[in-house]
């Protein structure tokens, strides 16, 4: 069974900086777009990127973009979510997927996820 595992989490002061990582094992990571979501509390969980599988063609949630950049190196089944100027608002559980596109030089922030993490807490302090 595939596994997604997120790491980099911690507590930041606004306006500071945070780099995600997720590493993935038990699957063709090449087939698979790699998206972000987090989820705040008391709040639903949201799409904030995606990076494809190839072409590394990304896509952002209007609230980070300009902030917020993701990328991946499939010769290590890794994929980061590098987080800058980060706000109070940014504060969540920030979850790792997977999407299998077959390669697909394009992503959404809506694919159909085939695989999560368990997730790491980002914490942003004013």
């Known amino acids: 069974e595939a596994q997604l595992e997120e790491s980099g989490g911690g507590l930041v002061q606004a306006g500071g900086s945070l780099r995600l990582s997720c590493k993935a094992s038990?699957?063709?990571?090449?087939?698979?777009?790699i998206l972000w979501f987090r989820q705040a509390p008391g709040k639903e969980r949201e799409a904030v990127s995606c990076i494809s599988s190839v072409a590394g063609n990304t896509m952002f949630v209007d609230s980070v973009k300009g902030r917020f950049t993701t990328s991946r190196d499939n010769a290590k089944n890794m994929a980061y979510l590098q987080m800058n100027s980060v706000r109070p608002e940014d504060t969540a559980v920030y979850y790792c997927a997977a999407a299998w596109t077959l390669g697909a030089g394009w992503c959404t922030l809506r694919h159909e996820i085939d695989w999560w993490g368990k997730g790491t807490l980002v914490t942003v302090s004013s």
């Open positions: 038990e699957l063709t990571f090449g087939d698979y777009a």
